[in-house]
């Protein structure tokens, strides 16, 4: 534990992680007059945010509604769905449109001048909002980062990585710092996405490895549905310098097809994530190939400016040859338990985006549903954490320093472990491979294995080679990870 420096912070809100739903967190609390304290660990370019490529989906069409994007949200979620939370989501989405709209990103518009909507896997019509073609987390991000660093009432403490919460009289009262830095606050938001990046093969960022998630298990907070991991179908595959680069499934929205070695199509190429997934993964398996073909000539690379540079500069060219692409790890359904406003089982913490798990995404979570998310349930966080009576907020005394629940050790998994996570808890998983996950040195590996062994069936993401079957049993079922790694089973509606 580092020692506590004399730099201390007083806050209403401290919102660890940089990323969209922090962003969007800190300057929805600063709107309600609240003095906000940001730690940003990463460079804005190194936030999984950022390299979003997919946008945000909401019902906005003319032939479009809440039911329908809820429908499909369900039938993606393979009836592991939290409804009350979905309906929250498809809700509350189109006033994030706005909102974000009235704060300055500028979202794709088609020729009226009307919004343009993109079609992505498992939505029945048209839904997802981008700004700039697959450019969408980067615009956000951008124009968010921009409007914080104007804002009085934020202090960012950039390259501050939080170590330990600060938790007493049975709630969270703030964090510290690696550097010692110590904040005191009414609220604490997590805010630092997801784990994929704990796969050696993976779409994410290097940093996504869970540490929010770790740092709130540390500090009593319960995790749900950790097994529950989605692989993106679309990453490319073999091609130096750019393995796991996400081919957006915006492409596919617009007809681009997957091909096995002998050309022809295996799959619908629209269907949800996890059957993609699989059918691409069983048909590697039968062919020995290490990757299929996925043909965009007919697309038009205006349209995905960013998409097509990235391949151009692997020396793939799109408009000419079919594109190497396979399954990797892509995001976390499960992450820290949370309530319809963004509670944490501990108070005064709260956790938003891929860090959290409301339970919206089921065992599948439907494309571009995750950003919409991020910005609907971060200012459901802040309004509710600023309603409550104020606490005190002065920083920890040196006595309450004992009592911080740091971050375990190793925070960051080894070469060893993320190949372990990705042989043994990948798109096909076994009852061996998952035990002998048990052993691995990283805490989060080892309770990812644990879920996994918990849930003996297979759903959505989750693929159990003993139990190739869905258990209708287990239908809203969710594995919760309590303190001292106890596994239980919640049923959420
Ligand atoms: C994509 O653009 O395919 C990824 C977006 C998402 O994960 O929803």
């Given at each position: 534990?580092p020692l506590p420096s004399s730099r201390t912070h007083g806050a209403d809100v401290a919102v660890v992680g940089a990323g969209a739903a922090g962003l969007y967190a800190a300057l929805c609390a600063a709107r309600e007059r609240a003095r906000v304290v940001l730690i940003s660990a990463t460079p804005l370019a190194q936030t999984a945010s950022y390299w979003a490529q997919g946008g945000l989906a909401a019902a906005l069409a003319a032939d479009?509604?809440?039911?329908?994007?809820?429908?499909?949200?369900?039938?993606?979620?393979?009836?592991?769905?939290?409804?009350?939370?979905?309906?929250?989501?498809?809700?509350?989405?189109?006033?994030?449109?706005?909102?974000?709209?009235?704060?300055?990103?500028?979202?794709?518009?088609?020729?009226?001048?009307?919004?343009?909507?993109?079609?992505?896997?498992?939505?029945?019509?048209?839904?997802?909002?981008?700004?700039?073609?697959?450019?969408?987390?980067?615009?956000?991000?951008?124009?968010?980062?921009?409007?914080?660093?104007?804002?009085?009432?934020?202090?960012?403490?950039?390259?501050?990585?939080?170590?330990?919460?600060?938790?007493?009289?049975?709630?969270?009262?703030?964090?510290?710092?690696?550097?010692?830095?110590?904040?005191?606050?009414?609220?604490?938001?997590?805010?630092?996405?997801?784990?994929?990046?704990?796969?050696?093969?993976?779409?994410?960022?290097?940093?996504?490895?869970?540490?929010?998630?770790?740092?709130?298990?540390?500090?009593?907070?319960?995790?749900?549905?950790?097994?529950?991991?989605?692989?993106?179908?679309?990453?490319?595959?073999?091609?130096?310098?750019?393995?796991?680069?996400?081919?957006?499934?915006?492409?596919?929205?617009?007809?681009?097809?997957?091909?096995?070695?002998?050309g022809e199509r295996f799959v619908d190429e629209l269907a949800p994530r996890d059957e993609v997934s699989r059918a691409i993964q069983a048909r590697l398996q039968e062919t020995g190939a290490r990757s299929v073909g996925l043909d965009m000539r007919a697309i038009d690379p205006a349209h995905f400016p960013n998409v097509v540079a990235a391949l151009r500069d692997a020396g793939l060219d799109p408009a000419r040859e079919l594109i190497p692409?396979?399954?990797?790890?892509?995001?976390?359904?499960?992450?820290?338990?949370?309530?319809?406003?963004?509670?944490?089982?501990?108070?005064?913490?709260?956790?938003?985006?891929?860090?959290?798990?409301?339970?919206?995404?089921?065992?599948?979570?439907?494309?571009?549903?995750?950003?919409?998310?991020?910005?609907?349930?971060?200012?459901?966080?802040?309004?509710?954490?600023?309603?409550?009576?104020?606490?005190?907020?002065?920083?920890?005394?040196?006595?309450?320093?004992?009592?911080?629940?740091?971050?375990?050790?190793?925070?960051?998994?080894?070469?060893?472990?993320?190949?372990?996570?990705?042989?043994?808890?990948?798109?096909?998983?076994?009852?061996?491979?998952?035990?002998?996950?048990?052993?691995?040195?990283?805490?989060?590996?080892?309770?990812?294995?644990?879920?996994?062994?918990?849930?003996?069936?297979?759903?959505?993401?989750?693929?159990?080679?003993?139990?190739?079957?869905?258990?209708?049993?287990?239908?809203?079922?969710?594995?919760?990870?309590?303190?001292?790694?106890?596994?239980?089973?919640?049923?959420?509606?």
């Amino acid at each position: 534990m580092p020692l506590p420096s004399s730099r201390t912070h007083g806050a209403d809100v401290a919102v660890v992680g940089a990323g969209a739903a922090g962003l969007y967190a800190a300057l929805c609390a600063a709107r309600e007059r609240a003095r906000v304290v940001l730690i940003s660990a990463t460079p804005l370019a190194q936030t999984a945010s950022y390299w979003a490529q997919g946008g945000l989906a909401a019902a906005l069409a003319a032939d479009d509604s809440f039911e329908l994007h809820l429908r499909d949200t369900e039938t993606a979620g393979r009836a592991l769905v939290r409804r009350s939370a979905a309906e929250i989501l498809v809700r509350e989405a189109p006033d994030c449109v706005r909102d974000l709209q009235a704060l300055g990103v500028r979202f794709d518009a088609d020729r009226f001048g009307q919004l343009a909507l993109g079609l992505e896997g498992g939505h029945s019509v048209r839904r997802v909002v981008h700004a700039g073609g697959s450019a969408t987390g980067r615009r956000v991000v951008r124009q968010l980062s921009a409007l914080v660093a104007e804002e009085p009432l934020i202090s960012v403490l950039e390259g501050a990585r939080a170590q330990a919460l600060w938790r007493s009289e049975d709630r969270c009262r703030g964090l510290i710092c690696d550097d010692g830095r110590v904040i005191g606050a009414r609220a604490v938001v997590i805010a630092t996405g997801g784990a994929a990046a704990l796969w050696a093969r993976t779409t994410n960022p290097p940093g996504s490895q869970g540490l929010g998630m770790l740092l709130a298990h540390a500090a009593g907070a319960a995790l749900a549905d950790l097994e529950l991991l989605q692989f993106h179908p679309t990453a490319v595959i073999g091609v130096r310098g750019r393995e796991g680069f996400l081919v957006t499934e915006a492409i596919r929205g617009e007809g681009a097809t997957l091909h096995d070695a002998t050309g022809e199509r295996f799959v619908d190429e629209l269907a949800p994530r996890d059957e993609v997934s699989r059918a691409i993964q069983a048909r590697l398996q039968e062919t020995g190939a290490r990757s299929v073909g996925l043909d965009m000539r007919a697309i038009d690379p205006a349209h995905f400016p960013n998409v097509v540079a990235a391949l151009r500069d692997a020396g793939l060219d799109p408009a000419r040859e079919l594109i190497p692409v396979a399954p990797a790890a892509h995001y976390m359904m499960g992450g820290i338990v949370t309530d319809l406003d963004a509670r944490s089982t501990v108070q005064g913490l709260y956790a938003v985006g891929e860090a959290s798990c409301t339970g919206l995404h089921g065992a599948n979570r439907l494309a571009s549903n995750s950003l919409s998310e991020c910005f609907v349930f971060a200012r459901r966080s802040v309004t509710d954490a600023l309603s409550r009576p104020r606490i005190r907020t002065a920083p920890p005394t040196p006595g309450e320093i004992e009592a911080l629940s740091e971050l375990p050790a190793p925070a960051r998994a080894d070469a060893a472990t993320r190949e372990a996570l990705w042989r043994d808890a990948g798109i096909v998983r076994s009852r061996e491979g998952l035990s002998r996950l048990l052993k691995a040195p990283h805490l989060l590996a080892r309770l990812i294995a644990r879920c996994a062994l918990e849930r003996t069936e297979s759903r959505g993401a989750h693929l159990r080679i003993e139990h190739p079957d869905r258990d209708p049993s287990l239908d809203h079922r969710h594995v919760i990870v309590e303190d001292a790694e106890s596994i239980s089973w919640q049923t959420w509606s």
